[in-house]
Nanobody, 125 residues
Framework: QVQLVESGGGLVQAGGSLRLSCVASGRTFSTLAIGWFRQPPGKEREFVATLDWFGYSTNYADSVKGRFTISRDNAKNTVYLRMNDLKPEDTAVYYC??????????????????WGQGTQVSVSS
């Protein structure tokens, strides 16, 4: 199985930047697609970005395009989410997720095979 642990969240002013990390354990991790999701206060969990480990392709929610970047470091078993020009509406608990079968496109939260515990990102105005 796979275990995911997020880190890097915190409090930042609007316009600032933050980088989240998701460290994975398990020898099968390299075969999995990775996604970032977030859950704003009082709302349901929503898609942020995905990365196809086989095709090296990425996909982003419209709300974060041009500001967020998903990437990975296989040697460290780590996936990153670089967040630039943060806005108050980006405030949420951010989760990384893994999925054994994914060819890109829409990824619903309930389709994830593994979840991290989440890390809080708060953006002040």
């Amino acid at each position: 199985q796979v275990q995911l642990v997020e880190s890097g969240g915190g409090l930042v002013q609007a316009g600032g930047s933050l980088r989240l990390s998701c460290v994975a354990s398990g020898r099968t991790f390299s075969t999995l697609a990775i996604g970032w999701f977030r859950q704003p206060p009082g709302k349901e969990r929503e898609f942020v970005a995905t990365l196809d480990w086989f095709g090296y392709s990425t996909n982003y929610a419209d709300s974060v395009k041009g500001r967020f970047t998903i990437s990975r470091d296989n040697a460290k078993n780590t996936v990153y989410l670089r967040m630039n020009d943060l806005k108050p509406e980006d405030t949420a608990v951010y989760y990384c997720a893994a999925r054994s079968t994914f060819n890109g496109g829409l990824w619903r939260p309930w389709e994830s095979d593994y979840w991290g515990q989440g890390t809080q990102v708060s953006v002040s105005s």
